[in-house]
């Protein structure tokens, strides 16, 4: 498995990731509290529309700096994360995870985890203080960042918040390398 940049005339391959997912349950925020409910949902591939909507949305977070990590098989492109470029936040210091998939048969092989800890160090050399994730609801994606240190944030971002009100807006704190 090969871990690196994409390049912008590689974009719309990112559609080829495999986004099939059974889902059984999924988290909602009851008071600030995670709660975990039944919602079967038999996810086939991507949404009808999504290239055609997310990619020109993709292609501004690259041309504004965005940066684009893609894991290969071979020639296969199996795993994406997509860091944005501009700060959020009540102390403008986050910077958010956009994107973050991994094809169906590569998951639970440890590519997910080394596309995050890529895009926490970008962060981190961007001068990031924290990560700002709007995660899928679903309890394997919603428990895959609790594992990973994110925890549910209070400085939740109205833009974001409006395009995924269903989400899990969540933060990580990016801890300093201690040299
Ligand atoms: C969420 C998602 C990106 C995680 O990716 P992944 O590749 O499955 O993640 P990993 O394999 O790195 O980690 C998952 C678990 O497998 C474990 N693992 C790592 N290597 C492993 C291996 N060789 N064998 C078995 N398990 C392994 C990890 O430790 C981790 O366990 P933990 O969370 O209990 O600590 C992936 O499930 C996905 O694409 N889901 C659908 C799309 C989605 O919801 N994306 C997020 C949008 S916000």
Redesign the pocket.
């Known amino acids: 498995m090969k871990i690196r940049k994409l390049e912008r005339q590689e974009l719309p391959d990112i559609w080829s990731i495999d986004?099939a997912?059974r889902i059984d349950r999924v988290y909602r925020l009851d008071q600030g509290e995670l709660v975990l409910e039944p919602h079967p949902f038999d996810v086939k591939s991507w949404p009808p529309g999504e290239a055609e909507h997310y990619g020109p949305i993709l292609l501004d977070c690259f041309d504004r700096g965005g940066t684009f990590y893609a894991a290969f098989e071979g020639e296969v492109l199996v795993?994406v994360a997509v860091l944005e470029s501009r700060f959020i936040g009540r102390e403008n210091d986050q910077l958010q995870?956009k994107?973050?998939?991994?094809?169906r048969r590569?998951?639970?092989?440890?590519?997910?985890?080394?596309?995050?800890e890529k895009a926490v160090a970008r962060a981190r050399e961007l001068g990031a203080r924290r990560l700002y994730?709007?995660?899928?609801p679903?309890e394997?994606?919603v428990?895959?960042?609790l594992?990973?240190g994110c925890r549910v944030t209070d400085d939740v971002d109205a833009a974001l918040y409006e395009l995924e009100p269903e989400?899990i807006h969540f933060e990580l704190e990016i801890p300093a390398v201690v040299e």
């Open positions: 986004r997912e795993g995870l994107f973050l998939h991994v094809s590569n998951r639970q092989t440890g590519l997910g985890c080394a596309l995050f994730v709007s995660s899928t679903s394997n994606t428990g895959f960042y594992r990973r989400d």
